[in-house]
């Protein structure tokens, strides 16, 4: 039975996957450099970013490190001004908070997640949260779902992972916990054929705990 639900955040509780992508984006085109979507999507399922492109066209450290700054302007920018809700998410971690216990487990760093959360409901349900300063390796490792169980003194089989990312899949996967995968327009082109259940909304976790219960 599925006691314990760890939640991704970016592109599962909250649409800021594109507007990270476009933050960087932004940021290499001020010093002239075009990002490639494509390979984008495909450093960041192995757990890369932003800068390998910019790494493997010779760019310097400083440069980068410069940008990186930048690029964070810009993506809170975003995350105050661009629609970033998912339909139907509070209403289901409402529902599911009468079955399971649940945990948000992310890489965002803790200013941007406070940001978003700022005016939002989704925190209410989440026993904890775990940002990125909350561990030393992050996704694929799987250090952060490792954590979480170790949070809740929970054990692998009675807990669900839900991510969105071939990243976040690994993760979950290194750790063997089940994952539900759920769709993302931004990283729908990953492979997930190792994800214990594909879904298309998060209200479909409801038969999923159901089904296990």
């Not at 932003?50 to 930048?70: K, L, M």
């Amino acid at each position: 039975m599925k006691k314990y639900v760890l939640f991704d955040h970016d592109g599962v509780l909250v649409d800021t996957e594109f507007w990270y992508y476009k933050a960087g984006e932004r940021a290499l085109a001020d010093i002239g450099f075009t990002l490639d979507k494509t390979q984008y999507l495909r450093s960041m399922s192995q757990g890369q970013g932003t800068w390998a492109q910019a790494r493997a066209a010779d760019i310097d450290e400083h440069t980068i490190s410069r940008q990186r700054a930048v690029r964070d302007d810009y993506y809170q920018e975003y995350l105050r001004t661009e629609a970033i809700e998912i339909e139907g998410v509070v209403d289901t971690l409402a529902d599911l908070s009468k079955h399971v216990r649940m945990a948000i487990v992310t890489t965002a760093k803790r200013a941007d997640f406070d940001l978003i959360h700022e005016k939002r409901q989704i925190q209410q349900f989440m026993e904890f949260v775990l940002v990125r300063e909350d561990y030393k390796r992050s996704k694929p490792h799987p250090e952060p779902y490792l954590t979480a169980l170790h949070r809740f003194g929970a054990a692998k089989e009675e807990t669900l992972v839900v991510e969105d990312s071939l990243r976040g899949l690994n993760s979950a996967v290194a750790a063997d916990i089940d994952c539900a995968v759920v769709h993302n327009e931004f990283t729908k082109t990953h492979d997930f054929s190792q994800a214990t259940h594909q879904i298309k909304t998060l209200t479909e976790l409801k038969e999923i705990i159901r089904a296990t219960s």
